[in-house]
Every structure is written in C-alpha cells, then in structure tokens.
C-alpha cells in the first residue's frame, strides 16, 4: 500500500509565503506524475500543478497560479513541494497531493490522494 502525507498548511495574510511537502511512502517501484490539486466547500477540486521528471523535468500550472507557484520534486525521497508566494485570500483551500504510483512487483501505475492539508490566507 502506498500512503502520501502532506505538510506545511495553515494560515498566511496575503501577499505571504508558505511552502507544502507532500511525501509518498510504501511499496514503491516508480512515481510518475506528482501533483497538487485544491478544493474549496461546494467546488469541483481543481489542478494547481503537476509536474514529471521522466525524461527531462516538465511542470504545468494553472493560469492563476503562474508566477507565482513553483512545484518542485525529490525523486530520491519521493517528495514533491508546492512554494506559493504572494498569496492571495482567493488561494484558500484544502490543498491535495496526488501520484501516479507503481508498487513493487506490479506493472500498472495506480493514482494515490493525500489527506489535504489547509491552506487560509488573510486579506
């Protein structure tokens, strides 16, 4: 079984910084895509930003995070990071962590959400 924990939520005033952690743990062959997805009560959860390191590093974001979001990646501790600066009261949110993940002995990746952590930012 593979289990992804986040950290380094909480409560910002706009305009700050916080940096979340998301690392993957258990059976684990190979990571593809990491992700980070948010949700706020009574919305669909929405991709903030992905990124692969297989063949080179891609990153993709949502339009209104660029600038001033930075995903970033540890394949060596299996941990991916969400720098957000000037952040903004509309980037409240449950913040999730998502991989494509294959564990030893399979050969197919399966898709693995974290718990969220939450993310408020003061106007």
């Known amino acids: 079984q593979v289990q992804l924990v986040e950290s380094g939520g909480g409560l910002v005033q706009a305009g700050g910084s916080l940096r979340l952690s998301c690392a993957a743990s258990g059976n684990i062959s190979s990571i593809n895509v990491m992700g980070w997805y948010r949700q706020t009560p ?10 692969t390191t297989s063949g080179g590093t891609n990153t993709n974001y949502a339009d209104s995070v660029k600038g001033r979001f930075t995903i970033s990646r540890d394949n060596a501790k299996n941990t991916v990071y969400l720098q957000m600066n000037s952040l ?6 449950v913040y999730y962590c998502n991989a494509e993940v294959r564990e030893l002995g399979d050969y197919v990746y399966h898709n693995y ?8 930012v003061s106007s």
């Open 42 to 51: 009574g919305k669909q959860r929405e991709l903030v930003a992905l990124i």
């Open 88 to 93: 903004k009261p509309e980037d409240t949110a």
């Open 113 to 120: 959400w974290g718990q969220g952590t939450q993310v408020t």
